[in-house]
């Protein structure tokens, strides 16, 4: 009798520990907003723009040695921005469960188009498996040989002439990983996904973060005859000329982004 008792308890741990397994397997939805945080600058001083930029990573010869006429540029916008993306990686480690490892690949590649000005918003929605996650990252992967990683697009207002257009790409390929948070919470706290809620997430890219030690001394020196003749101002990547416009600001892109969770 103890035998079969002790055999029917070892029967019913197994079929519970089973039926807890397949429940941190069952999918939960997640739907992503895509939002851009714009960067304004105006009254732009340019003794101030100097002495922060020797505060900052972007500190070099080529930066503060130039004496940019004053004025030459009044304000600067970001508030646009567009990137395609390649793939993506969905990394997580639960409380209870195995680690989570999911990709999923874009082919075309998944253009996402950020604009402050239109209220429209795209949004990116995947399953992943349940459960409480002390950690939860998202990798994406951007451009391709055919596609820029990913552009801002804004405007410069030179003192004496209209505004210009202004694009600052990432046309080489980019990788950034951006771990996820709670939107009222405390760093490191744990995010619970359920099978039975959709949550719902943020993915922000910071324009402000991004261009807050942005050199524009040096856009006013470097781009003087676009300036002057109102043509667009291109800033890119693979131009060895714009090398110094990239130097540190490259460093500043992956915390640009974040994955905040409702």
């Known amino acids: ?3 079969q008792r002790f055999y029917l308890l070892i029967l019913t741990t197994l079929i519970l520990g089973a039926c807890q397994k397949d429940e941190l397997t069952l999918p939960a939805s997640v739907d992503v907003n895509f939002d851009l945080i714009p960067f304004v600058k105006s009254d732009i001083d340019y003794q101030s723009s100097q002495a922060l930029l020797k505060n900052s990573s972007l500190s070099n010869t080529d930066i503060l040695g130039q004496t940019p006429p004053p004025g030459l540029i009044k304000k600067m916008e970001i508030f646009k921005a567009t990137f395609f993306i390649t793939d993506m990686i969905i990394e997580g480690i639960r409380k209870q469960g195995a680690d989570v490892y999911e990709t999923i690949p874009f082919d ?3 253009e996402i188009q950020l604009d402050e000005r239109k209220t429209t918003s795209q949004h990116l929605s995947f399953d992943i498996p349940q459960g409480v996650y002390e950690k939860l990252e998202l990798r994406i ?3 391709t040989e055919n596609h820029t990683a990913l552009e ?8 004496k002439s209209p505004t210009i257009t202004f694009n600052y ?3 080489l390929k980019q990788e950034v990983t ?3 948070t709670k939107k009222a919470g405390r760093p490191g706290d744990s995010i619970i996904l359920n099978k039975d809620h959709k949550e719902q997430a943020s993915l922000n890219l910071d324009a402000d973060y991004f261009f807050k030690f942005f050199p524009i001394p040096l856009l006013a020196q470097h781009k003087k005859e676009e300036l002057t003749e109102g043509n667009e101002i291109i800033i ?3 131009n060895e ?3 110094p416009f990239f130097t540190a600001m490259s460093e500043r892109l992956e915390e640009s982004f974040s994955l905040v969770f409702e």
């Open 1 to 3: 009798m103890r035998k």
């Open 178 to 180: 951006i771990q996820a």
């Open 236 to 238: 890119s990547n693979i």
């Open 108 to 110: 075309p590649p998944l």
């Open 141 to 143: 992967f951007m451009g």
């Open 169 to 171: 790409q990432f046309v």
């Open 152 to 159: 801002f697009q804004g405007e410069v207002t030179p003192g």
């Open 241 to 243: 000329k714009d090398t």
